[in-house]
């Protein structure tokens, strides 16, 4: 057993702030100890640019850097080469976009995404397409905030009304960062293939990673990405996972040092991947430091992780529809196996920025606004939500704390 309480410990922004209750890691997620021990690790033994020093603490900090390459394989099932660092998942989907959607899509073919995508994996996509004279498909929600793709007789997940055979991307998000909504990706991957073989999938996993188990040869999909400061690393590194015969035949994103094999006056010859889309000094530290952020993870376990949460969240809807009925709208899946660790609501008519800074007041760090999905937004008729979600050092004191926290938002704004 897991004593989540005791996690909290872990976690050293805890002890100069231990009133804070911290409501917003699908923003970000705090870190323990051991990320930011690994980041001075490396700054006081040995900070050194990485594969190019011949000296003993480059090659040292070289060593570091391409072992997290494996961790992050290990953990995610892949092969190491298939594994690309960037600066987040924003960068990792348009590295996609640049490097292989340009190639691939030419006018009247279809991208498609979803209305619940982050803009993230929205905005490279729909900037392609009218760049390109592609179209752009957008699948639609339903009232509980699950993807429409569902035949409504069997109940069964049926794309034939979205997937053509012009249809050479389908980037979607395994869970979405306003509804908490989890797709049901291996099922839809599957049924994607079998309608068009050669359809590129990518699947948006920045809020799927950090929280339940990815096996990327079990899902199937061409490319997952995913951002470490979300999953207790550090900023400024993101993860590009792609098939090697895929990143194999893609151009670079950006060019300079590090990613070449030779340069002449002529011309310029590429390092094979993932060397070729690593241009430039990276975040040597940072990814570093996410090394120890995968392995707390496994410590503590993913499927720990997912029934913490599941837990939380099931009990944080049932206060909030017990003291606040008639007065709250809560958004996303009713059935809370089908959601993850992310409570997006509305409150009376109040703003959602008056509710988060009155909470604020009380210590309490929730998320308010379009949470960078007004497409979503617009689709459910509102400007913006607030939006409270959780991760292994929240607990069920922090619920009851939002709890008193909205009692006293409603007595400020309802005089
Ligand atoms: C589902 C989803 N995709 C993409 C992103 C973008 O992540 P980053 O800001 O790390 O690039 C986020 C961030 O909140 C997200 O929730």
New binding site residues.
């Given amino acids: 057993m897991i004593d989540f309480l005791k996690i909290k410990s872990d976690f050293p922004i805890f002890k100069k702030n231990p009133n804070l209750i911290y409501l917003d890691s699908?923003?970000?997620s705090l870190k323990p100890q051991s990320v930011i021990d690994k980041l001075i690790e490396y700054y006081s033994s040995y900070n050194a640019n990485i594969f190019r020093g011949v000296y003993k603490i480059s090659e040292k900090a070289t060593e570091e850097y391409e072992k997290t390459r494996e961790i992050i394989a290990d953990f995610i099932n892949a092969k190491k080469q298939e594994v690309i660092f960037t600066?987040?998942?924003?960068?990792?989907?348009n590295l996609i976009a640049y490097s292989l959607g340009r190639k691939i899509i030419e006018k009247n073919d279809e991208i498609i995404v979803s209305i619940m995508?982050?803009?993230?994996?929205f905005v490279p996509w729909q900037v392609l397409s009218s760049e390109i004279g592609a179209v752009l498909k957008i699948i639609d929600i339903d009232e509980e905030g699950y993807l429409r793709i569902k035949d409504k007789k069997s109940r069964k997940i049926n794309l034939y009304e979205i997937i053509t055979k012009k249809t050479k991307i389908l980037a979607l998000?395994?869970?979405?960062?306003v509804l908490g909504t989890i797709n049901q990706i291996k099922k839809i991957i599957k049924s994607a293939r079998k309608i068009n073989p050669k359809i590129i999938i990518i699947i948006?996993?920045?809020?799927a990673v950090p929280h339940i188990k990815v096996d990327v040869k079990d899902l199937d999909a061409d490319f997952i990405?995913?951002?470490?400061?979300?999953m207790m690393g550090p900023?400024g590194v993101?993860i590009l996972w792609g098939k090697e015969e895929l990143l194999t035949e893609m151009f670079p994103f950006l060019y300079g040092g590090e990613m070449i094999e030779e340069v002449t006056i002529e011309k310029t010859t590429f390092k094979r991947t993932p060397y070729k889309f690593e241009a430039g000094t990276p975040s040597i530290a940072e990814v570093i430091g996410l090394s120890e952020a995968v392995k707390y993870l496994e410590k503590i376990g993913l499927e720990n992780i997912k029934n913490h949460e599941k837990n939380l969240t099931q009990k944080t809807i049932k206060r909030l529809l017990e003291e606040f009925s008639g007065k709250i709208k809560i958004f996303g899946p009713k059935n809370i196996e089908d959601r993850g660790g992310i409570i997006s609501f509305t409150f009376d008519n109040f703003h959602s920025h008056d509710i988060a800074s009155i909470l604020d007041n009380e210590n309490i760090a929730v998320r308010a606004g379009h949470?960078?999905?007004m497409p979503l937004h617009q689709r459910l008729g509102i400007l913006s939500t607030v939006r409270a979600s959780f991760y292994v050092y929240n607990n069920e004191e922090d619920i009851e704390k939002l709890i008193i926290g909205l009692k006293k938002v409603y007595q400020i704004l309802k005089k």
């Fill in positions: 699908t923003a970000t600066r987040n998942t924003t960068e990792s989907i995508e982050h803009h993230a994996n998000t395994y869970i979405s960062n948006d996993s920045a809020q990405v995913f951002s470490s400061h979300k900023t993101g949470h960078c999905a």
